[in-house]
């Protein structure tokens, strides 16, 4: 361990780098061993062949490439791990250095307030080594964050017309840069992964076999038979695991969209994993088409940014778009780290560009020079066509919330927020472990992931449709999932809930608080995706939970296992979730306390709180207690075998205690929460002010930065941690005792509240009648369009062409005659004519030497007397 | 009177022969007999050559070598028929030139 821990000397962020490619070159391992294991099939009794087929896993191939790829990725968790702690140590040091930096000159500053005289002076230049030492500190932080934990090539460089010099042109690059979030992410992908690889071995085991029988696709000659595909199942994963990690990763926009479009692909070919099934093609297709939509707005963000701002990196693009915090004349007063807005003063022009002035509405963003931070003299330049990086610039301001929201309008996509939220309950066609892997760690993550990493470029307003749009969709996710009775549906609406969360905490400032629910739901909720798989596997592949009940003493470890997920994500204290959610309910409440407005940005989420703690009690006991509902089901139903048991112990143990800190009943003091922290961006402190946690110590004071106290969102966030968590708590509950009264107690009936609302029923059954609106408003008018298309093409276009076609087919049937009996007839005419003369001419050719002989002397004669007659002729004329 | 034998008498003989070789060829159904006719015509023209050269001085030389030629000449195609009849009796085991009819149209 400590070798590995000293691997990559200077260059500890490739341990991130080297996690990442793993997964990669177990993809492409078992690519090629696939490829030349069918080339070796067929010469597998030659002694070449043999070694060949042999080499590249032989009968045993579907086995050796689960192996393949569960290592790779199981190496890709240690290596993240290790660099993981290696960035964490060395963050806690300079943040340690600064932070006690900071709080001396806080009590300096405290007491030149009382000081006089000498004593005055001699503070002043002891604050001031200070302020050195602290800036010195600060300095040799960020020096180290940018040798140790970053780096990029260029990958792309697309230079002018006819020019081909090396350092011209725009530069597409690959790189990475590790901050605290992309580490624990790391490894949350990677742990998670490892576990749904090795739950997968026993789930999948079926696709072992030669020939698969699949059930639920009928052939004219039964069910279908097809080829086990253990293989390809875990290549994709890998590929999947790549994609994500490299989405992590990335430095640059450009390299998050090509994970971004591998991370659609891996998910279109897992949900269609079982692509005979009309249901998993059309939910691939589904999913695909979804998240299309939204990678279509993600395109614009791009290339507005790209056009405006002139750069795919992340850190330029924000170093652009948001004031820096110091510059050349020293502390950025008021605005730093936010976005400047202002109006360019066309009639104030100076030599260098044009004035810039500020103003809260402004037409205009102003655009930093991202190094060096040279103080600002209210000057554009006017060179407005090409975005010099190091220059002061002006961008619209519309252009900037258009490319926010356009960036938004991806994360929607793939993290199925509402109005795109249809695609992901669909997604459960897909083998359970990966609708685990897909709404845990890779797919649906990348969305708030991705929302979270380009914060700075989001403004007031797209973070306030961030906001609404995760609020719209945790309540009406939520509601729907309370209506549903296919386990799996349940767990997918629970997720969309649960990004709707994360969403809205990111929209209302609570940046920490959302990325941390991320981490915790994804164990959580990889817990009970693999704990519903191996229900199913146990009760052999049944869905249904009307199907189910009672087999709690079937399935204990299941059971168990999943009611630690079901208490985490319904936020009962302690449980891994209480941290996270309280987080977010406290910033929603913070919000709405300084803009009443938004009231709903609370009210939404405390009313979910409550139906999520009722859904998943109610799937929990739906499935695990009372009387089986099905007693054939409940016969054969059986534990799942210790690769799936396994996982699901460990993914307990992580929802239970992965976010515990010190003291564990204090919801602030979660460690990883603390961890996440590191990350935040300065502009999440500008935009929705700072607490300093430092100086606190978790309880007593706090001061505020750069946005007034009286409309600071954090601080009332803080102050009113706990009444909100409480609040919540009481709904929660509330929740559990009325699912418990209803599936457990049967003091209601739940067949009674169906009948008594039988159209509220229908609409939620209906999923809200989303995919009944998509498929009026979309998709009937596509079909219609495409009919009306298609009649043109019948009628207009293959009328017109039929027409030519028969004209032409008239023309040369005439043409046919013509050639048939005029020149055909001239030709043989000519010939008959030959024919008949020589058939007449032939009788003359008897064959009889002596009438040949008759002939000659006859014309001989004939000839003698015509001369003699001509010769008479010629004397006497 | 007195019966000067003269041209004409020669070219009537000529004629007579001539015509006796026709008739010859053409009746004779023996390839022999043919063959004969064939002579017959052939010195036909010989009296006729000769007796030119004789009465008309212009073609005294020429009327004679012609005369030779003509000889030679039914010397030559007699040795060719002869054989042609040879191989056709061979064949056929007779001299019946109608029964040579390969040639029919």
């Not at chain 1, 190091?390 to 252009?399: A, C, E, N, R």
């Not at chain 1, 403004?459 to 449709?465: M, P, S």
């Not at chain 1, 009775?485 to 969309?496: E, G, M, P, W």
């Not at chain 1, 959610?581 to 919000?591: N, R, V």
């Given at each position: 361990m400590m070798n590995l821990l000293l691997l990559f000397g200077e260059h500890p962020g490739w341990f991130f780098v080297v996690a990442t490619l793993l997964p990669l070159l177990s993809f492409v391992l078992i690519l090629l061993a696939s490829a030349l294991w069918c080339a070796g099939r067929a010469y597998r009794n030659t002694p070449g062949g043999a070694a060949l087929f042999n080499l590249c896993g032989g009968e045993e191939r579907g086995r050796t490439a689960a192996f393949v790829a569960t290592g790779a990725i199981a190496l890709a968790f240690v290596f993240s791990l290790v660099g993981c702690i290696r960035f964490s140590v060395q963050q806690h040091s300079f943040e340690t250095a600064i932070k006690q930096h900071e709080k001396a000159l806080h009590e300096f500053a405290q007491k030149l307030k009382e000081a006089k005289g000498e004593a005055k002076e001699e503070l002043e230049a002891k604050a001031k080594s200070e302020k050195e030492k602290l800036e010195d500190q600060e300095k040799r932080w960020a020096d180290a964050r940018k040798t140790y934990w970053q780096g990029h090539f260029d990958w792309l460089r697309i230079s002018p017309k006819g020019i081909a010099d090396a350092d011209s042109g725009t530069v597409l690059q690959l790189g990475f840069k590790i901050d605290s979030l992309s580490a624990i992410m790391f490894v949350m992908v990677t742990f998670i992964a490892t576990l749904i690889h090795v739950f997968s071995i026993g789930y999948m085991s079926d696709e072992l076999q030669p020939e698969v029988e699949d059930h639920q696709v009928h052939t004219a000659h039964g069910h279908l038979h097809r080829r086990g595909r253990f293989g390809r199942f875990f290549m994709y994963l890998s590929l999947f695991c790549f994609s994500m990690l490299n989405l992590v990763l990335a430095d640059n926009l450009f390299q998050v969209f090509l994970s971004w479009e591998l991370v659609g692909v891996c998910s279109y070919l897992l949900i269609g994993f079982y692509n005979e099934r009309q249901s998993a093609s059309n939910a691939a297709n589904k999913a695909f088409i979804t998240n299309r939509i939204g990678d279509a707005g993600f395109i614009l963000g791009m290339l507005i940014l790209w056009t405006h701002v002139g750069t795919f990196n992340m850190e330029e693009l924000f170093q652009r778009v948001r004031a820096p915090l110091n510059d050349t004349h020293g502390a950025v007063e008021g605005v730093a780290g936010r976005i400047v807005r202002g109006n360019l003063d066309p009639n104030n022009t100076t030599k260098a560009g044009q004035r810039f002035t500020i103003a809260n509405d402004g037409s205009d963003v102003l655009l930093f020079p991202h190094r060096p931070p040279e103080h600002y003299h209210a000057i554009v330049p006017r060179v407005a066509e090409n975005?010099?990086?190091?220059?002061?610039?002006?961008?619209?301001?519309?252009?900037?919330?258009?490319?926010?929201?356009?960036?938004?309008?991806?994360?929607?996509?793939?993290?199925?927020?509402?109005?795109?939220?249809?695609?992901?309950?669909?997604?459960?066609?897909?083998?359970?472990?990966?609708?685990?892997?897909?709404?845990?760690?890779?797919?649906?993550?990348?969305?708030?992931?991705?929302?979270?990493?380009?914060?700075?470029?989001?403004?007031?307003?797209?973070?306030?449709?961030?906001?609404?749009?995760?609020?719209?969709?945790?309540?009406?996710?939520?509601?729907?999932?309370?209506?549903?009775?296919?386990?799996?549906?349940?767990?997918?609406?629970?997720?969309?809930?649960?990004?709707?969360?994360?969403?809205?905490?990111?929209?209302?400032?609570?940046?920490?608080?959302?990325?941390?629910?991320?981490?915790?739901?994804?164990?959580?909720?990889?817990?009970?995706?693999?704990?519903?798989?191996?229900?199913?596997?146990?009760?052999?592949?049944?869905?249904?939970?009307?199907?189910?009940?009672g087999l709690f003493p079937k399935m204990k470890i299941t059971a168990l296992t999943m009611l630690a997920g079901v208490l985490a994500i319904s936020g009962i204290p302690l449980f891994t979730g209480w941290y996270s959610?309280?987080?977010?309910?406290?910033?929603?409440?913070?919000?709405?306390?300084?803009?009443?407005?938004?009231?709903?940005?609370?009210?939404?989420?405390?009313?979910?709180?409550?139906?999520?703690?009722?859904?998943?009690?109610?799937?929990?006991?739906?499935?695990?207690?009372?009387?089986?509902?099905?007693?054939?089901?409940?016969?054969?139903?059986?534990?799942?075998?210790?690769?799936?048991?396994?996982?699901?112990?460990?993914?307990?143990?992580?929802?239970?205690?992965?976010?515990?800190?010190?003291?564990?009943?204090?919801?602030?003091?979660?460690?990883?929460?603390?961890?996440?922290?590191?990350?935040?961006y300065p502009a999440v402190l500008a935009d929705f002010g700072h607490i300093d946690y430092s100086l606190s110590e978790h309880h007593g004071e706090y001061w505020v930065a750069a946005k007034d106290e009286a409309q600071n969102e954090r601080v009332f966030a803080y102050r009113n941690h706990h009444l909100a968590g409480n609040i919540a708590f009481v709904l929660v509950a509330i929740g559990i005792v009325f699912a418990g009264a209803i599936y457990w107690k049967r003091v209601l009936d739940p067949a009674e509240a169906k009948e008594q609302f039988p159209r509220l029923h229908a609409f939620l059954m209906d999923k809200w009648r989303f995919d009944r609106l998509y498929s009026a408003v979309f998709v009937r008018p596509c079909l219609i369009v495409g009919h009306w298309f298609a009649a043109f093409d019948l009628r207009a276009i293959d009328g017109v062409i039929h027409a030519v076609a028969r004209s032409a087919m008239w023309v040369s049937k005439w043409d046919g005659l013509f050639d048939h009996h005029i020149i055909d007839g001239v030709v043989n005419l000519v010939g008959n004519t030959i024919y008949g003369v020589g058939a007449r001419l032939r009788s003359v050719q008897t064959g009889f030497l002596r009438s040949y002989v008759l002939f000659l002397v006859l014309a001989a004669a004939g000839i003698f007397l015509a001369l003699a007659y001509f010769v008479r002729m010629a004397m006497a004329g | 009177m007195t019966f000067a034998v003269g041209l004409n008498h020669f070219l009537l003989l000529g004629a007579f022969l001539f015509v006796c070789g026709a008739v010859c060829m053409a009746t004779k159904r023996n390839a022999i007999g043919i063959l004969m006719g064939v002579e017959l015509v052939l010195n036909a023209a010989t009296i006729n050559f000769v007796a030119y050269a004789h009465y008309n001085p212009i073609f005294q030389v020429e009327g004679q070598v012609f005369a030779l030629f003509v000889i030679v000449l039914a010397a030559a195609e007699a040795a060719i028929a002869l054989a042609i009849v040879l191989n056709f009796y061979n064949n056929h085991t007779t001299v019946d030139v109608d029964t040579a009819e390969e040639l029919k149209g």
């Open positions: 975005p010099k990086p190091d220059q002061h610039g002006s961008m619209p301001y519309w252009m900037l919330v258009a490319a926010g929201l356009g960036i938004f309008l991806g994360c929607v996509g793939k993290s199925a927020q509402f109005p795109l939220q249809v695609w992901l309950p669909d997604a459960m066609e897909g083998p359970t472990p990966v609708s685990a892997l897909i709404h845990a760690a890779t797919m649906v993550a990348a969305g708030v992931y991705l929302v979270g990493r380009c914060y700075p470029l989001f403004t007031y307003d797209a973070l306030l449709v961030i906001a609404y749009t995760g609020g719209i969709t945790l309540f009406v996710a939520a509601t729907i999932a309370v209506v549903m009775t296919d386990i799996k549906k349940v767990l997918a609406y629970s997720t969309v809930s649960q990004l709707g969360y994360m969403m809205l905490a990111l929209g209302v400032g609570g940046w920490v608080a959302g990325l941390f629910h991320l981490v915790t739901h994804a164990f959580f909720k990889a817990l009970l995706f693999l704990g519903s798989g191996s229900v199913i596997h146990g009760c052999h592949h049944e869905q249904e939970m009307t199907k189910m009940g959610k309280d987080a977010i309910l406290a910033q929603a409440f913070g919000f709405i306390y300084v803009h009443p407005q938004h009231l709903l940005l609370f009210l939404l989420p405390l009313a979910t709180a409550g139906i999520t703690a009722f859904y998943m009690s109610r799937m929990w006991l739906m499935t695990f207690t009372g009387k089986p509902r099905d007693e054939h089901v409940h016969e054969h139903a059986h534990e799942s075998p210790w690769p799936m048991t396994v996982p699901l112990i460990v993914l307990g143990i992580c929802s239970v205690g992965i976010a515990w800190g010190w003291p564990l009943w204090d919801a602030e003091a979660s460690f990883l929460e603390a961890n996440v922290h590191h990350a935040q | -």
